[in-house]
């Protein structure tokens, strides 16, 4: 079956402007992971949905970072306000049930803020 | 929450010389220890992962050993070739924890011919 799918695939947004990413999980797939990646950079973990489970936000670097994720399958992750410091690559992952299981990546989405 | 190190973070060796990435977790509830390939411009993939109750893991030229006592585990890369070459990350996790995977930092293997 299809893999995990992001889009847009690129997105170059001025400063300030709110910015809305879309991550599709592997069908049946109950846990989602969104991680920024900078230049060069390690996976950095913003924020972890298992299930119908209140999502872990505690990575989310600011209140401008939100998530969500409609009937337990498509995630959004919305920037509001943009900032330069924002450019990254935004990967999400999806695994059939979080913990002690196998994460496939999407392809990402860079993400510049001019 | 979980915190893992990984070292070094370049490594650079001979062709057909063996390699070896080293990562120390915080969590002793942590079970469950994957490594992940990332080559340049792709996504990370899943090259090998152990759980805590085994010590070590081969798959043909790469093996993976878990020291669950001083909380740590190593990727090892024998007979290295140039395909070898990315970014590998390690992980840890643990049933019941909040925040998933946690990566380390990422070591960038560098194959010289």
Known sequence: GAGVSQSPSNKVTEKGKDVELRCDPISGHTALYWYRQSLGQGLEFLIYFQGNSAPDKSGLPSDRFSAERTGGSVS??????????????????SSLMGHNTEAFFGQGTRLTVV | GEN???????????????????????????????WYKQELGKRPQLIIDIRSNVGEKKDQRIAVTLNKTAKHFSLHITETQPEDSAVYF???????????????????LIIQP
């Open chain 2, 4 to 34: 893992v190190e990984q070292h070094p973070s370049t490594l650079s060796v001979q062709e057909g010389d063996s390699a070896v990435i080293k990562c120390t977790y915080s969590d002793s509830a942590s079970n469950y220890f994957p």
């Open chain 1, 76 to 93: 959004t992750l919305t920037i509001q306000r943009t900032q330069q410091e924002d450019s990254a690559v935004y990967l999400c992952a």
């Open chain 2, 90 to 108: 390690c992980a840890a996790s643990r049933e019941g924890g909040a925040d998933g995977l946690t990566f380390g930092k990422g070591t960038h």
